[in-house]
T-cell receptor, first 115, second 109 residues
Framework: EAGVVQSPRYKIIEKKQPVAFWCNPI?????LYWYLQNLGQGPELLIR????????DSQLPKDRFSAERLKGVDSTLKIQPAELGDSAVYLC?????????????FGPGTRLLVL | RKEVEQDPGPFNVPEGATVAFNCTYS??????FFWYRQDCRKEPKLLMS???SGNEDGRFTAQLNRASQYISLLIRDSKLSDSATYLC??????????FGKGTRLSVIA
C-alpha cells in the first residue's frame, strides 16, 4: 500500500517568492494534516482537514499561508510571500479518522529553504 | 510550562545498554499517549501507544503515570539501529496531537 506522498521533497526559494507543497494521503484516509517542523523541534500542526473541510486551522498564519483540499483527497499548502523564518520541513500526515484511536501516518516532508 | 517536555539529550549509550526516556505533560485531561520515532531527515513513525497499564513490544516498554503526569520509554539491549529521535506525543480528546521536541539517542558500537 502506498504511503503519504509529498512533493517536492526539497525546495529552495528567495524570500518574498511564493511556494506550494502538494500532498496525497493514503487512499481512503479522510483526515489530512499539515505540520511544520523546525530543526530540533517536534512537528506543530498548521491545519487539519476532515474530507474537504478545514476543521482546525487555528495555528495557520493566514496572512501568508493558505491551504486547500478541494475534492477531499489531495491537498496543497501555499506560502505567499515566503519569509526567511519559513525555512523548515513541512510534513503532511493522514489518518482514517480524527479519533484518538487513529494512527497518523506521515509523508517524507518537503524541506524548504528560504534565502 | 510547555505542554510536553522531554530531555533533548543526546543520550549516547553502548550497544546492549538499557536506556530510559521520560516525558512530562501539563494537561491533566490528556487521554492518549504515544511514542514516535524519527530517524535523521525522515518522517516521524509511530513506535507504540502507551496504555494505562503499561505495555511492552519486544525490547521496548512504555509506562504511563497519570498521578505524576509523565510517560516513559525503556529500551533494553540497545541496537545500533535504535539510534533516532524519540518523540513523546499526547492528545486530549479530539484535539490535535501535541509533540514534544524529542530525545536524541545514539547507540555506539
Amino acid at each position: 500500500e502506498a504511503g503519504v506522498v509529498q512533493s517536492p521533497r526539497y525546495k529552495i526559494i528567495e524570500k518574498k517568492q511564493p511556494v506550494a507543497f502538494w500532498c496525497n494521503p493514503i487512499s481512503g484516509h479522510n483526515t489530512l494534516y499539515w505540520y511544520l517542523q523546525n530543526l530540533g523541534q517536534g512537528p506543530e500542526l498548521l491545519i487539519r482537514y476532515e474530507n474537504e473541510e478545514a476543521v482546525d486551522d487555528s495555528q495557520l498564519p493566514k496572512d501568508r499561508f493558505s491551504a486547500e483540499r478541494l475534492k477531499g483527497v489531495d491537498s496543497t499548502l501555499k506560502i505567499q510571500p515566503a519569509e526567511l523564518g519559513d525555512s523548515a520541513v513541512y510534513l503532511c500526515a493522514s489518518s482514517g479518522g480524527a479519533s484518538s484511536q487513529e494512527t497518523q501516518y506521515f509523508g517524507p516532508g518537503t524541506r524548504l529553504l528560504v534565502l | 510550562r510547555k505542554e510536553v517536555e522531554q530531555d533533548p539529550g543526546p543520550f549516547n549509550v553502548p550497544e546492549g545498554a538499557t536506556v530510559a526516556f521520560n516525558c512530562t505533560y501539563s494537561n491533566s485531561a490528556s487521554q492518549s499517549f504515544f511514542w514516535y520515532r524519527q530517524d535523521c531527515r525522515k518522517e516521524p513513525k509511530l513506535l507504540m501507544s502507551v496504555y494505562s497499564s503499561g505495555n511492552e513490544d519486544g525490547r521496548f516498554t512504555a509506562q504511563l503515570n497519570r498521578a505524576s503526569q509523565y510517560i516513559s520509554l525503556l529500551i533494553r539491549d540497545s541496537k545500533l539501529s535504535d539510534s533516532a529521535t524519540y518523540l513523546c506525543v499526547i492528545r486530549s480528546g479530539n484535539t490535535p496531537l501535541v509533540f514534544g521536541k524529542g530525545t536524541r539517542l545514539s547507540v555506539i558500537a
